[in-house]
């Protein structure tokens, strides 16, 4: 089937969301411009405007009220989802990397870049108690001197945070007590993306060693790894089948060296049990950023460093195909 290609930015896209309901699906690339479309036609709803930087993550309360990016120019927003309306400003010292509401939306973590001689650092907002965000002062910060956090997602219930680094290196932090949970280190290179399973037991992570790998939630044990020939940039779980999507490529700055073919720029489609390659699908001029099921598992979006985002939607017998195995 054709994909529905949205065209709203002019640089390569960073990260896509889904809301809850999937109805939604919001765009942050390497230009200053939020975009959220109707995910049902690829229809621009509306762009969030108000950051002066790359936006590098996005995400979207539980019941799509609130919409939280954090951007290269120093902040972390928080918007009204409908009427685009910035609603709150936090000025950070260095760039935001990584930021997420908690599962009732009341809570919102991120995390900030390690450069320019400031250390990186999570912080936590309580967004029922306005002074927090108006004098600047998390409820709490956690320091990460070793190796700066690349990406991060909250576990299950809020309990704690689960961040991926820079060295390969995966922690818990408690959201309650500024504590170090757990740590393991199961990839060589850096973490590039993490996203939860819907019923939040489990997560995948995509990492540049060339390996995508499943984990516990709540115990971090190492359950799946699947394994490509390129850098790792992006993975997502179905909701409904036991299938993983990874998207990556070379890093941009080697795509010129090579040709679209062997650029290895599909999206490629694992087995979660038995880590075998079933699918690929083509379509990107260069390395996919950015994957992402949609909550109802029949279609998926990726974005890419061409600066598209690609929506496809599942032929019927793929639906088919997976009830009879």
Not at 52 to 57: E, F, K, L, Q, R
Not at 168 to 195: P, Y
Not at 207 to 213: E, G, I, M, P, R
């Amino acid at each position: 089937q054709k994909p529905i290609l949205l065209q709203g930015h002019e640089r390569s896209i960073t990260q896509i969301k889904y809301n809850r309901e999937g109805d939604l699906l919001f765009t942050v690339a390497k230009d200053p411009i939020v975009n959220v479309w109707y995910s049902v036609n690829g229809e621009r709803l509306g762009t969030y405007n108000g950051h002066t930087g790359a936006v590098w993550c996005v995400d979207a309360d539980w019941d799509t009220r609130h919409v939280l990016t954090g951007s290269a120019d120093n902040s972390c927003r928080l918007w009204d989802c409908e009427t685009g309306k910035q609603l709150a400003l936090v000025k950070t010292s260095s760039a935001v990397r990584t930021c997420g509401f908690d599962f009732g939306g009341n809570i919102i973590m991120f995390s900030t870049d390690k450069q320019m001689g400031y250390q990186c650092f999570v912080s936590f907002f309580d967004l029922r108690d306005p002074s927090q965000i108006e004098n600047n002062e998390p409820y709490m910060k956690i320091p990460c001197s070793d190796s700066k956090i690349t990406s991060a997602v909250w576990g299950p219930l809020g309990e704690f945070i689960i961040a991926g680094h820079e060295n390969g290196e995966l922690n818990q932090f408690s959201a309650k007590v500024r504590e170090q949970l757990s740590n393991i280190k199961e990839h060589t290179k850096q973490i590039n993306d993490i996203q939860t399973s819907r019923d939040m037991t489990m997560f995948i992570t995509a990492s540049k060693d060339n390996t995508a790998k499943l984990f516990d939630c709540t115990t971090l044990e190492h359950l799946k790894t699947f394994r490509t020939e390129r850098p790792v940039n992006s993975a997502a779980l179905s909701p409904i089948f036991d299938h993983v999507v990874l998207g990556g490529g070379q890093e941009a700055m080697d795509v010129t060296t090579t040709s679209t073919r062997i650029g290895k720029f599909e999206a490629r489609f694992f087995h979660l049990a038995f880590e075998e390659e079933f699918g690929r699908v083509k379509g990107h001029f260069g390395p996919i950023n950015s994957v992402a099921f949609h909550p109802d598992g029949k279609s998926y979006s990726s974005g890419g460093e061409d600066g598209y985002v690609r929506i496809h939607y599942f032929d019927p017998q793929y639906f088919e195909f997976e009830f009879e195995a």
